[in-house]
């Protein structure tokens, strides 16, 4: 019985030494704001090593038109695909099914997943925009049926003058 009570009372002791820890963390938002970009930011450079197939005909449509880029750009609480410096522009690239694309896709044919990722991609362009960047959107279908159009249209709007 003794050591019932023991054992007990131990983990009720680091209960609360977890619970203590994680109110002052709590009480300091700014400790809690740097953790969490951190972890953002520990996220982003594992993505960085595993593009999606369309993320990699981006960045080497990118690449052939010699323009700089960085991958998995951390923006407030989100991660974005590409960042292109010199047009302070965000680009992320959408793949057809995980994004609900209109043109394969109807409204009433999308399952929750699609409609979560949708909401999700509304709330992205507003955080970019309130962060003063510009965002473009590319749809797989795109990339795989339309690559020529869209390599003009990153032409024209990336390259300077």
Known sequence: MYMAKKRKSSSYAKLVKR????????????AVSIKRKRKLES????????????ERVFAS???ELEIKYETQKVVGRKIYDFYIPS????????????????????A????????????N?????VLAKGNGFTIERVWE????NNYKKEKRRFKKLLKDG
Do not use: C, W
Not at 43 to 54: D, E, F, Q, V, Y
Not at 108 to 118: A, G, S, T, V
């Open 19 to 30: 619970a203590m820890a994680k109110a002052k963390r709590d009480a300091n938002p700014a």
């Open 43 to 54: 996220m982003a450079k594992k993505m960085s090593n595993k593009m999606t197939a369309p």
């Open 61 to 63: 449509m990118m690449d």
């Open 87 to 106: 047009k302070n522009t965000i680009v992320e690239i959408d793949g057809d099914y995980y994004h609900g694309n209109p043109l394969i896709y109807e």
């Open 108 to 119: 009433k044919q999308l399952n929750k997943m699609q409609i979560r990722n949708m909401r």
């Open 121 to 125: 991609d509304k709330f992205k362009d």
């Open 141 to 144: 279908y795109d990339l795989n």
